[in-house]
């Protein structure tokens, strides 16, 4: 570690403590742009990144909801805005019971550089709350999210911060959601995305990590000459980002063979047909209910629960040739990389953000497979809501084919910047210092130009 990322760690830990998760995410975009700084000494001078560690605003509010028995509950909502020198905030919504300030900026400082990667005019930002989904009727859903949306639409507006889904926040979340703000506002704008069809969203929303994810996998191979037609690839999570993966991953002719949730894993070594999906895709987004299911319905499948004695995940121990992490951060560690690179894994394509510990990475790195961090492969989500944006200010909708063919374009672009970058200072087929540096080039820049502010 340079001195220069030395001390800016030091003082990052100082001021933000007991946030694991942030300091993770701020010393991989120094590390890697260690390499910018030395060449461009404007950028150091300007405090360019320690600006961009700094939210420019952290909002944080309570949520009182009262349940179906009339007990009330408090949860904690945020939204960081993040930076918002190439665009307004933008980012998603996570509702999951894990969610804290430092996971929340690690998402939000991680966004800022994924924005950027689209070539779409958005800054960012990331919110949530520490509520639980799971398990809860949909009037207590509905309740918590008007509650949640009350103070949260103070703060929001098409033109300064437009959230969207993360974990635990998908088409009924976002619903619950638009309708408070439209009430409470009186105005039908495009203050979310991931709306529903009939009322602002885009087509391939839904689709779009997923697909970019895999998009984002082909184009990788495709540096080697090499396609996804028959290969066989490991899925983790089972929500919408595992589903919609698994879905462009049979498109293009892979096989994946495992589904999780935070109960265990399921392998399927025939592989996840577009029946099997169906089935996944009705159990997770309308019966709400749990992966284990799948073997009851498919008994050649097999169940592993997790194992919190372990010190590995087994799913990431089967003999593979792609991965697309795609549940939650660090859900990948050093020994779990190892028996990823063991049993013939040479594609990470990250759905999930972060789910790659540091020393994960390291081994990815040194033993030079294809490994497209989440900055980069799971940038179509955004992609699209930006997308969904556009269509909302011109009051037009793109149809499916358009919207997918410009997701398509935008994950080749990325993927071609990382390149490029990566080429330029120094580190080819790094994608990590690729991305980093193609994300914050132009954040910086943008920051130049407008002043210290
Ligand atoms: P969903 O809520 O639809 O699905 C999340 C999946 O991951 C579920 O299967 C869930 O299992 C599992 N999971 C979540 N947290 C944990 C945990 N702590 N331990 C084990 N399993 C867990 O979320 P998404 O599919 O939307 O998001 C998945 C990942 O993709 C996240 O990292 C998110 O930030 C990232 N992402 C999502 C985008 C989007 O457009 N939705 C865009 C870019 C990135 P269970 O239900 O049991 O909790």
Redesign the pocket.
């Known amino acids: 570690m340079s001195d220069y990322v030395g001390d800016l760690m030091a003082s990052v830990k100082a001021k933000n403590p007991a946030e694991p998760e942030f300091h993770q995410a701020v010393l991989e975009v120094a590390e890697s742009l260690a390499l910018v700084l030395d060449k461009h000494p404007e950028y150091r001078k300007a405090k360019v990144l320690e600006r961009i560690i700094e939210p420019e605003r952290v909002i944080m509010f309570r949520v009182p909801w009262m349940d179906d028995q009339g007990n009330v509950h408090v949860n904690r909502g945020f939204r960081i805005e993040m930076n918002s020198a190439i665009g307004p905030y933008k980012g998603?919504l996570?509702?999951?019971p894990?969610v804290n300030l430092g996971i929340l900026k690690f998402?939000a400082f991680e966004q800022v550089f994924?924005n950027s990667l689209t070539t779409l005019p958005m800054g960012g930002g990331k919110g949530g709350s520490d509520f639980d989904p799971?398990g809860k009727s949909d009037e207590e859903v509905m309740r918590f999210c008007q509650s949640f949306m009350t103070e949260l639409c103070r703060h929001i507006g098409p033109n300064s911060d437009v959230p969207?889904?993360?974990?635990?926040?998908?088409g009924r979340e976002i619903g619950f959601m638009f309708g408070q703000y439209k009430k409470i506002k009186n105005e039908f704008t495009g203050v979310l995305t991931?709306k529903g069809l009939n009322w602002g969203g885009s087509l391939i929303?839904?689709e779009?990590?997923?697909y970019g994810a895999v998009y984002f996998a082909a184009n990788m191979l495709g540096t080697r000459n090499e396609s996804l037609d028959g290969k066989v690839c490991l899925v983790?999570?089972?929500?919408?980002?595992?589903?919609y993966t698994t879905e462009k991953v049979l498109d293009l002719g892979g096989k994946c063979v495992t589904?999780?949730?935070?109960?265990g894993f399921i392998h399927d070594p025939d592989g996840v047909d577009r029946d099997k999906l169906a089935f996944v895709m009705d159990l997770?987004n309308v019966r709400r209910g749990?992966?284990k299911e799948y073997t009851e319905k498919y008994p050649n499948a097999t169940y592993t629960a997790?194992d919190p004695s372990l010190d590995h995940n087994p799913l990431w121990d089967i003999k593979a040739d792609c991965a697309f992490?795609?549940?939650?951060?660090n859900?990948i560690n050093g020994k779990d990389a190892e028996n990823l690179l063991k049993n013939g894994v040479y594609v990470v394509s990250e759905?999930?953000?972060?789910?790659s510990t540091p020393d994960a990475v390291d081994k990815y790195i040194d033993a030079k497979i294809l490994y497209g961090p989440?900055k980069a492969a799971?940038?179509?989500?955004?992609a699209v809501?930006g997308l969904e944006m556009s269509q909302n200010s011109m009051r037009y909708s793109w149809s499916r084919e358009e919207v997918d063919n410009k997701l398509r374009d935008i994950m080749k672009n990325i993927h071609d910047a990382c390149v490029g970058a990566a080429d330029k200072y120094g580190t080819p087929g790094n994608y990590v210092n690729g991305a980093n540096i193609a994300g914050f080039l132009k954040v910086a820049d943008a920051m130049m130009d407008q002043g210290v502010v």
């Not at 589904?259 to 109960?263: E, M, Q, R, Y």
């Open positions: 998603g996570r509702f999951h894990s998402l994924k799971k969207a889904g993360d974990i635990g926040v998908g991931g929303r839904p779009a990590t997923g983790s999570g089972s929500g919408n980002v595992a589903q589904f999780s949730d935070s109960g997770k749990r992966i997790v992490p795609s549940a939650t951060q859900e759905g999930a953000n972060m789910p989440g799971n940038a179509g989500g955004v809501s």
